[in-house]
């Protein structure tokens, strides 16, 4: 059985934990159960062909994220294009009004429509604490 085979009950209530330490300590692609939901949380998948129509049904928006001592609080997944998974509601990404469902378009104003959540996830934890990162996100929402 490995360490991720193991349930603790207690982790639950640690949503990217502060007291983490190690690899994964940016509290960016957490083990933690809360933050770590399989299922996705999108209703469908989107193209970024979509996303990108003029007058379509997505919005912009930008953010400017400071990481803390943990991370930025926020997890990714998907692939061409890779969303926002889930959000630490006391994280730095939460204070900015990151939310789940947000499509990733640009990190620091490199492209990343068609990248997968791995190679988003590696910008993010090789760059500056301090990113900026452009989001689509439906109207409705």
Request: aromatic letters at 6%.
């Amino acid at each position: 059985m490995g360490p991720r085979a193991a349930a603790d009950p207690s982790k639950q209530e640690k949503i990217v934990s502060r007291g983490r330490h190690g690899s994964r300590r940016h509290g960016y692609q957490d083990d933690s159960p809360v933050l770590h939901n399989p299922k996705s949380v999108l209703k469908r998948q989107v193209s970024p062909e979509e996303l990108q129509t003029p007058g379509g049904k997505y919005i912009s928006r930008t953010f400017t994220i400071v990481g803390d001592a943990v991370g930025w609080g926020f997890v990714v997944r998907g692939s061409s294009p890779c969303h926002i998974q889930a959000v630490d509601p006391s994280g730095p990404a939460a204070a900015v009004g990151m939310k789940v469902c947000q499509f990733v378009v640009s990190v620091n104003g490199l492209n990343v429509l068609e990248l997968d959540y791995r190679t988003v996830s590696h910008l993010i934890l090789t760059g500056p604490r301090t990113f900026v990162m452009e989001v689509m996100e439906p109207l409705d929402h």
